[in-house]
């Protein structure tokens, strides 16, 4: 991956960690190569056994990279369940893909998106980005009767 690439993905998550600041508050974000986004005060609708859960984003970085391509991960508390202590389907603690991150108490959520659509420069508002991403993620903790394991 070119230099370049890597600076305009990183000048594009500057951009949405500043407009995403305005929603959640503390935003962090790798300033450096750009692969990851956290918002440490998530805040989750009733029905779970947390009020507020840290987010962590896997940020595409090959090429095509985001935001050409989708992010696909998310993060958030290994130890999450439903309020009544159910465990959640499609959220994996245990598997070859947690590594990177299982040891410092996350787990993750696999999030394929059927369309996803960006718009680059100053129009990257009109697109899809992290905003529309976590309002996505917003949405599957809202849809809790979606999420429990079978």
């Given at each position: 991956?070119s ?11 500057r ?8 929603i959640?508050g ?15 005060n998530?805040?989750l609708?009733?029905?779970w056994n ?15 990279g985001?935001?050409?391509?989708a ?12 309020g ?8 994996f ?9 299982a ?14 659509s960006?718009r ?12 529309t ?5 917003r949405m ?10 079978r």
């Open positions: 991956m230099d370049r690439e890597t600076t305009l993905r990183v000048s594009r998550l951009a949405e960690a500043l407009h995403l600041m305005g959640y503390e935003v962090d974000f790798d300033t450096k190569d750009g692969t990851w986004l956290h918002i440490p998530f805040p609708p009733k029905g947390w009020n507020v859960v840290s987010i962590l984003i896997d940020i595409p970085d090959g090429i095509p985001y935001p050409s391509r992010p696909e991960w998310f993060w958030t508390n290994k130890s999450l369940r439903t009544d202590g159910q465990p959640i389907g499609h959220f603690t245990n598997n070859a893909n947690d590594a990177k991150y040891a410092d108490g996350w787990g993750h959520f696999c999030v394929h998106l059927n369309e996803w960006p680059s420069g100053a129009n990257w508002t009109s697109g899809h980005s992290l905003v991403y976590l309002n996505l993620i599957i903790f809202r849809d809790q009767q979606s999420l429990r394991s």
